[in-house]
């Protein structure tokens, strides 16, 4: 993903505190021939493990988990952070600390949308600390489905989510790697 | 779009006061390979107003709009409800009253991303009292850009919205018109 790389050493800039702005291209502003091919790489990366749908997290998980189930020809299910009027009473939630907004999140998913037998492919905009992921995994689970992969466009590898994620036990892969920040700057792998 | 009304016919439902449950296929859950034909629809019928950007607000017009954008190979620029930490001080804003939540929902968009000379092509979920498109409108011309089309998944005719619109002057198209309910039953044109 070397046009990913390119777009984050152009447009991204770090903010402090580890926050990294990429709303040129990915959460305010999105390129969408570059969210596609993200979304294409990570369906080719995850194909062998036969999801039956994506799961993100609104909002801006939305754009490449989207692209993701295109490129594999499953639903996209997009956990809400409100409960809007058109929801019905069978839910499942689970809180996550914000990284960005402080305090808690609640995510919450219609029963509907996600059964047992499910094999999730879990998809997000940023892998940092992995308290998003983690809480889309616990929903996944108390559908009674199966977390089969775990797919993000940019991971902060220096908030140490993977390793927080290990004890899920499933395949993770992120299109680009920050390693750090210096400054304004943001290195990659 | 017979495969939008088919969708609509199967999966959605009146919930009551006008309020219509898409939740299967657009706005919880995402069938890609439908709202995909529904962005490459609407490209289809405004391309020849050469769009250089679509607009649209978060949550659920990202995935049509996202389509759309795709299909005519401009970006996306998705407003804001809240202002993420990762927003400079340099926003364009605008306010709406929101049907489905109650109370006014304000809309921003950082000032980077639209600009004099843009030509906008707005793209929501639902065209209902038109207040959310009319905002983006706003939106677009506090920024000097232009607004050259409004497109829509789902039109509520009975909500008036069209009428609202008329005084922007540009074309509207929505892909599926409802155009009452009865009980739980949604009425399509």
Known sequence: MEA????????GRHLGNGIIKVDAFLNH???????????????????HLEPTKVLTAEISGIGPALMTAYA??????????HKPLTMGDDVFFATAPSHTK?????????????????????VDDFLAT???????????QAAG??????????EKRFEGGRDRLRSLNVPIESLAVVTGVEGDRILLE
């Open 4 to 11: 990913l790389k390119e777009a984050i050493r152009r447009y």
């Open 29 to 47: 502003q999105i390129d969408p021939a570059l969210i596609a091919a993200c979304g294409q790489e990570l369906a080719r990366r995850f194909r």
């Open 72 to 81: 594999l020809g499953v639903p996209l299910v997009f956990a809400r952070k």
């Open 102 to 122: 402080g305090g808690d999140v609640t995510l919450l998913v219609a029963a509907d949308y996600l059964r047992p037998g499910d094999r999730v492919l879990i």
């Open 130 to 140: 992995g308290a998003t992921i983690l809480a889309l995994a616990r929903l996944a």
């Open 145 to 154: 489905a199966r977390v089969v992969g775990i797919g993000a466009v940019i």
